[in-house]
């Protein structure tokens, strides 16, 4: 019985990630941003700061599901040029609803 309770919790607290994972898939998001990027690694033009380097940057911090979120729905200037080493620009993505953006910022804080 135990071992059952374990397997549905498990199943429950991973259902979100997986769904945020997806909503990212569903509105475009990995067309710019990767899971991950290895040091060093070139980046394509249009690329920017991988899921993991956002959560590294933003764990934590005070507001930051808002400012995130904010950055989703309006879109942002140069904030990761400095780390990146290049200017970088996402566009306002005013279309995906503020429940997803929500959802897609909770499970990149998560990572």
Same mark, same amino acid.
């Given at each position: 019985m135990r071992y059952?309770? #374990?397997l549905a919790l498990a199943g429950f607290i991973s259902v979100p990630a997986v769904?945020?994972?997806e909503l990212s898939d569903k509105y475009e998001c990995s067309d710019c941003h990767k899971m991950d990027v290895k040091p060093g690694a070139t980046r394509k033009k249009?690329?920017?700061?991988?899921?993991?380097?956002?959560?590294h940057e933003y764990k934590g911090k005070k507001g930051a599901d808002k400012q995130l979120?904010?950055?989703?729905k309006k879109g942002s200037k140069d904030t990761?040029?400095?780390k990146l080493?290049?200017?970088t620009e996402m566009d306002a993505e005013d279309t995906i609803p503020v429940k997803d953006a929500e959802? #897609?910022?909770k499970w990149i804080l998560s990572l």
């Open positions: 059952v309770m #374990i769904a945020s994972m249009k690329e920017g700061p991988s899921y993991k380097e956002i959560a979120v904010e950055s989703i990761w040029a400095k080493g290049k200017k959802a #897609i910022v």
